[in-house]
Each structure stands twice: as structure tokens, then as C-alpha cells.
């Protein structure tokens, strides 16, 4: 087995520069057992693909993202594109049989989600996808917290992801507020994913679902004057769990002042945990069991008695950033590739998280609930 992997990335957008970062940094910080090199950068023209890999240290480029694929030189793939984009890329990765992460939404629906999960598992291709959020030290700290009983079983969650980079009524149309070129989902194909994920995670699989969506702008300039934005800026879900919790989820784009708000409070029977990213160095626990002149929530702060954070430094409460959740994720990849194993999230936990989005704007059409 050789001792190096070469990463072949697709994209250089927000995206493709947090991986560029990653795969630079996963080699010191975790010394991984085959470490990365970084082969090769593709993006939509050859002039921009070699200024980025000039300069983010790509060692080559092209402006054809299938001569990236298919170059015998580049070992596994990483797609940091659009959701337009994933189908063919993928496919062309299975063809090719190299290992692929591929970054969410997965799929433009659950139906596309569900051929390219089943097209890797038939190649028993090791597979990835990118919910990054979850793998901070906190909510790997919830987790194990939830699994041990520590709070008791799961009753209620309240969940949500809210941001406000669509909130300015002045900020033009793009690929996000058209179908053809974003989704049906707005934000809830954007941000929702990635709280679904973590309810899915932390507490279980959905069995039922009711949302409601609705557009806030339904206007904004575009190349050729105003134009309808097609999908929705903001919505709520209202969940049952198949353990018999109840939860609710809400998702923005439009929610002013909040610029990472993916929260949760969970509750169990003996306790409780809260969690907010724009402070992600801290998880809040409730012991229900302390005498009542003692209860309160209890901040955690993180440190290296927590998962994967004494790989990013030894103080207590000095923090870990967004980056170091995307380094987690290729450090996770890296290993799949090595023993052949995918690592969760595998694209099967993609398609599940695709399949609530899916749920959620039947519901949103046909005014139901909908079971899963």
C-alpha cells in the first residue's frame, strides 16, 4: 500500500478552499496512516484553475473536472461543487472506482441521492458525505452523552439552522433561489440539512413530519431585471421520532443578526443538553438529579478530555474553529480509503437526510403530514 494518497479536489469556492485547508493541515495534525497529497484542482475554466492551484499549492490543475476523474494519477476525489453537479460527478468517480466525498446536499432529490448511494455501495467504494457541523467536539461530546443514558431517553428536541446571508432585500438573485440551478429546497436544501443530520444523529431516525415554508423576498434583481425567487427563504418542521420524541426543526436564510445558528436543546427524562455554534466550544448540561437549590445548566467548556480536540491544542476553553471540523471530516476519509470501510456519514446517511428534506416539501405542497 503506498504511503501517500492524492486528492483530486472539484471546486474552489467557499467550500473548496475550507478542503484545500484540510488536506494541507490533516497530515501534522492527526499523522494519518497514508497521507494526503494535493494533486489536483478543477474548475470551470483552465486559466482560473491554474491561478488557484498557484495559489492554495494545488501541484496541478484542469479546467475539465472529468480529466480529474480520470487521471491515473489522482488516487481518491472530493467534490465541493453545487448539487446540480454531484449526479455525473459521482457516477464518473464509481466508473472510474476511486473513492469519493462528496459535499451536501447530496443529491438534487432523494430519488438522485438514492442511485448514486446505491451505485457506491454496489462498487464497494468507500464514500463520504459532508455534514461537518456535528463532528465538533461538543456535539461528538452530546452524542456520546445521549448513547450513555447520562440524560435519561430522548422526549423533545428543538432544533435549528437560521442564518441571514439572504436576509438584504438589495442582494441579487443567484444558483440558490432558482430551481433549475439550486433546487426546489431554498433553505431548507441549504441550511436544514445539516440540523437534520444532527437530530438524526443524536436522536434517531424520523417517523412523521409536518412543515411549512414560505418565501419572504419574492423578488430580486437578476442579469435580466427582476426575477421570482422560486424556492423558499424560511420554514418550520414539526417532528415524531421512532423512539417517540417530539421535536421541531426551523431553517432560514433570512433570520437577521444570526450568522451560524445551528442550535439544539435535547431533552430526556433525567436531564438535558444545549448547543449553539456561534459559541461551539461549549455544551450546556442539565442534571435533574441534583438537589433542587443545585440545578442549573452546567457549561462545558471543551478541552483535550474531549473528542478529537487535543489533535488542535492542549488548553482548555482555547477553542476549535470551522476549520478543524473539515480537517475531522478528511482525517474520517482518510481512514475510509486506508481500511476500505466507509466512515459515517456515508452517502446511505446522506439519502436518509435527503429523504426528510423530500418529506418535508411534500408536506409543505399537500398540506399533511407525511410519514417516512
Known sequence: MKSELR?????????????TVAYQSVGALFEPARRPVCEMIATSTEEGAAGMAKRWGW?????????????PQVDVVVIATPPRTHYPMVMACVAARKPVFCEKPLGMNAEESLAMTEAVERARMPNMVGFN???TPASQLA?????????????????????????????????????????EAGALGDVAPHIVNACLRLVGPIESLVAD??????????????????NDDQGQMLLRFANGATGSISFSRMAAGRKMGYTYRITGTRGAIAFDQED?????????????????????LMGPAHPDYLAFN???????????????????????????ESVWPTFRDGYEVDRVIAAALASNRERRWVSL
Open 7 to 19: 486528492v483530486g479536489l472539484i471546486g474552489a469556492g467557499y467550500m473548496g478552499k475550507a478542503h
Open 59 to 71: 501541484a496541478r490543475s484542469t479546467g475539465d473536472w472529468r480529466d480529474l476523474v480520470d487521471d
Open 133 to 135: 457541523y456535528i463532528r
Open 143 to 183: 452524542r456520546r452523552i445521549i448513547a450513555s443514558g447520562e440524560i435519561g431517553e430522548v422526549i423533545q428536541v428543538t432544533a435549528e439552522h437560521v442564518e441571514d446571508y439572504l436576509h438584504d432585500p438589495a442582494l441579487p438573485a443567484s444558483w440558490r433561489t432558482r430551481i433549475a440551478t439550486g433546487s
Open 213 to 230: 415554508t414560505s418565501i419572504v423576498q419574492p423578488r430580486r434583481d437578476g442579469p435580466h431585471g427582476s426575477e421570482a425567487v422560486e
Open 280 to 300: 461551539q466550544n461549549a455544551l450546556w448540561l442539565y442534571d435533574a438529579s441534583r438537589e433542587p437549590g443545585r440545578r442549573g445548566f452546567q457549561k462545558l
Open 314 to 340: 492542549q488548553g482548555v476553553g482555547h477553542g476549535t474553529g470551522y476549520n478543524e471540523q473539515i480537517v475531522i471530516e478528511a482525517r474520517d476519509f482518510l481512514q475510509a480509503v486506508t481500511t476500505g
